[in-house]
């Protein structure tokens, strides 16, 4: 459980890496552009990047099953989201795939932690 636990946590850190340090390649990964200002830029380091770098390092440091049973809520929380987002806004290819690993990752923190 514990190597679980870490492999979770240290995915966290590495997906929000990419946002965080590789803005303009998220975009393009995540199908979103630029706009006339930076915000879009701000918002994925933050957002899709720092984060989900906050959430990893926390469950971490702190290295308790409460801490990764948070982690995983919050990964379950992006996957209600994209859920929502195929619901209402229409299905793609990348969306479930999106979703599926967001679903792998939370649901699988909490059960082991609980």
Known sequence: MDII???F???SVGLGCFGWLAPRY???ALDLKMGDTTMGMSEIRASAGCLFVGMGLGALILG???AYVMLGFCWCG???G???SLVLDGRS???WVYFVVEAAVGVPAILLNL
Request: glycine share 4%; hydrophobic share 50%; no cysteine.
């Open 5 to 7: 636990n870490i492999i």
């Open 9 to 11: 946590a240290l995915l």
């Open 26 to 28: 998220t975009l393009g």
């Open 64 to 66: 308790t099953p409460e």
């Open 78 to 80: 992006a996957a209600l």
């Open 82 to 84: 994209r859920l929502t």
């Open 93 to 95: 290819r990348k969306k």
